[in-house]
């Protein structure tokens, strides 16, 4: 047999791995990505396919995290790369080092993709979202201190609720690494100033790249974790990052979300002088019921001719009551003057205590002066047999005359058995006793 030239299984494979790699050394491939499977050295292997045909591929692990999005089963791709054979299978395979998604952004799919995810596990629910107090003393900050955000957040605050703490950490809002830097501050309020009531994290706006860092997982899991109510305050009025939905408030700019959370100085004075012409009003109607009683009193049948000591008594008790109304407007004003040092919650207890206080001496006195109490220091008050017509006088008497008695827990029934000029007692004696 002539002996007859031949390549080794090697040689050939080194040819045929040479020619691909010299006629693709870089191509793009539209397919759609099949059974993508990661390994923990990070290099991800899947197939790209179309209705006739497909070919392996891989990304290794450096290429494989620039890409924004997950790579699903399924998903519609564009990739790049270069043609090459792994010899030792003799096989020929596509080594990407590039992906986007065909019918949408990359950005957009992986911001699609996360917002799935974390919704599927509950962190956008609204049950789990914390109020925001309505006045807080201590507000933490967390943005770049070289942007307008930090500036107005501040100006803000600080002509709102001067007396507001305020705590800055200062990170960078975009470019690799933000979302990490934000969520590490976010985690130091927590671990440090936990007192801080608020936490107040974004910037101002800019394009979907500039604001990706607060479409980050990293970050989304730091707000969910926090035990610190978070307002996400990204500069952009229509749009939506992750961190929104994450946070317990969204504010479409900073200066919203200092609005947000701060109460307007100027609308709690006003509520104040309300509360104020409330109390007024409602001192005064208890006022003008205990008159009314006291009145009333006056006008019984039995007390009718100690009515000028009671006339002389409701004079005083105007004279009170303008008092503790001119008294109560004075301690008002005084605690608005002082709102801008004490918390709103202490100037109105202040005031109410105070008005309390009034309210409770003014009626003592009222009691002090009722009729009630001259009988109560042994005096009487005698009447005729019916019991409507008062004695002024011994004139209108005669032995043997009935008469009634009103004492300070009762009525006698009396007989009179003698009528005297003198200015001595009155002798008088009980029907019972005449019997």
């Given at each position: 047999m002539s002996a007859r030239a031949a390549l080794s299984v090697t040689e050939l494979s080194r040819r045929i791995h040479d020619t691909l790699e010299e006629t693709f050394p870089e191509v793009w491939v539209e397919g759609e990505l099949s059974d993508p499977r990661p390994y923990p050295s990070g290099h991800t292997y899947f197939k790209l396919k179309d209705a006739e045909s497909q070919i392996s591929a891989v990304i290794f692990r450096g290429d494989a995290a620039a890409i924004r999005f997950k790579l699903e089963h399924g998903l519609q791709v564009l990739a790049r790369g270069r043609v090459t054979t792994y010899m030792k299978r003799g096989e020929y395979q596509f080594i990407v080092n590039a992906m986007e998604p065909k019918e949408v952004g990359a950005l957009q799919l992986a911001f699609e993709q996360l917002k799935k995810k974390l919704q599927a596990e509950g962190l956008?629910?609204?049950?789990?979202?914390?109020?925001?107090?309505?006045?807080?003393?201590?507000?933490?900050?967390?943005?770049?201190?070289?942007?307008?955000?930090?500036?107005?957040?501040?100006?803000?605050?600080?002509?709102?609720w001067p007396s507001l703490r305020i705590r800055f950490i200062p990170v960078p809002v975009q470019g690799d690494g933000a979302a990490a830097r934000i969520a590490e501050a976010i985690e130091a309020f927590n671990e440090h100033c936990p007192d801080t009531e608020v936490l107040l994290v974004g910037r101002g706006g800019g394009s979907l790249e500039d604001l990706w860092a607060f479409n980050e997982e990293v970050l989304a899991r730091a707000i969910a974790a926090s035990n610190i109510p978070v307002v996400s305050c990204v500069g952009h009025e229509t749009d939506f990052t992750i961190a929104d939905f994450v946070a317990d408030l969204r504010a479409p700019t900073p200066s919203a979300a200092a609005e947000l959370v701060t109460p307007d100085r100027a609308a709690l004075a006003d509520t104040l002088g309300h509360l104020d012409e409330r109390m007024g009003g409602v001192m005064w109607g208890a006022l003008r019921s205990a008159k009314d009683a006291l009145a009333g009193a006056a006008r019984s049948p039995w007390l009718r001719d100690p009515r000028r000591i009671v006339t002389d008594r409701i004079q005083r008790v105007d004279e009170l009551t303008m008092r503790l109304l001119s008294g109560a407007k004075v301690a008002a004003v005084a605690a608005a003057r002082r709102l801008e040092t004490l918390s709103p919650e202490a100037a109105m207890r202040r005031v109410i205590e105070r008005a309390q206080q009034d309210l409770r001496r003014c009626l003592a006195q009222l009691d002090a002066l009722s009729p009630l109490r001259v009988l109560e220091r042994g005096y009487a008050i005698a009447f005729k047999e019916d019991g409507k017509a008062v004695l002024r006088s011994i004139i209108s008497v005669k032995p043997g005359d009935a008469l009634k008695v009103r004492l300070r827990d009762g009525i006698l029934g009396v007989s009179v058995s003698d009528v005297s000029e003198v200015s001595a007692n009155l002798t008088v004696k009980s029907e019972s006793s005449n019997k």
């Amino acid at each position: 047999m002539s002996a007859r030239a031949a390549l080794s299984v090697t040689e050939l494979s080194r040819r045929i791995h040479d020619t691909l790699e010299e006629t693709f050394p870089e191509v793009w491939v539209e397919g759609e990505l099949s059974d993508p499977r990661p390994y923990p050295s990070g290099h991800t292997y899947f197939k790209l396919k179309d209705a006739e045909s497909q070919i392996s591929a891989v990304i290794f692990r450096g290429d494989a995290a620039a890409i924004r999005f997950k790579l699903e089963h399924g998903l519609q791709v564009l990739a790049r790369g270069r043609v090459t054979t792994y010899m030792k299978r003799g096989e020929y395979q596509f080594i990407v080092n590039a992906m986007e998604p065909k019918e949408v952004g990359a950005l957009q799919l992986a911001f699609e993709q996360l917002k799935k995810k974390l919704q599927a596990e509950g962190l956008f629910d609204d049950t789990r979202k914390r109020a925001i107090p309505a006045y807080p003393a201590s507000v933490g900050i967390v943005t770049s201190s070289a942007g307008a955000a930090v500036r107005d957040l501040l100006s803000v605050l600080t002509r709102r609720w001067p007396s507001l703490r305020i705590r800055f950490i200062p990170v960078p809002v975009q470019g690799d690494g933000a979302a990490a830097r934000i969520a590490e501050a976010i985690e130091a309020f927590n671990e440090h100033c936990p007192d801080t009531e608020v936490l107040l994290v974004g910037r101002g706006g800019g394009s979907l790249e500039d604001l990706w860092a607060f479409n980050e997982e990293v970050l989304a899991r730091a707000i969910a974790a926090s035990n610190i109510p978070v307002v996400s305050c990204v500069g952009h009025e229509t749009d939506f990052t992750i961190a929104d939905f994450v946070a317990d408030l969204r504010a479409p700019t900073p200066s919203a979300a200092a609005e947000l959370v701060t109460p307007d100085r100027a609308a709690l004075a006003d509520t104040l002088g309300h509360l104020d012409e409330r109390m007024g009003g409602v001192m005064w109607g208890a006022l003008r019921s205990a008159k009314d009683a006291l009145a009333g009193a006056a006008r019984s049948p039995w007390l009718r001719d100690p009515r000028r000591i009671v006339t002389d008594r409701i004079q005083r008790v105007d004279e009170l009551t303008m008092r503790l109304l001119s008294g109560a407007k004075v301690a008002a004003v005084a605690a608005a003057r002082r709102l801008e040092t004490l918390s709103p919650e202490a100037a109105m207890r202040r005031v109410i205590e105070r008005a309390q206080q009034d309210l409770r001496r003014c009626l003592a006195q009222l009691d002090a002066l009722s009729p009630l109490r001259v009988l109560e220091r042994g005096y009487a008050i005698a009447f005729k047999e019916d019991g409507k017509a008062v004695l002024r006088s011994i004139i209108s008497v005669k032995p043997g005359d009935a008469l009634k008695v009103r004492l300070r827990d009762g009525i006698l029934g009396v007989s009179v058995s003698d009528v005297s000029e003198v200015s001595a007692n009155l002798t008088v004696k009980s029907e019972s006793s005449n019997k």
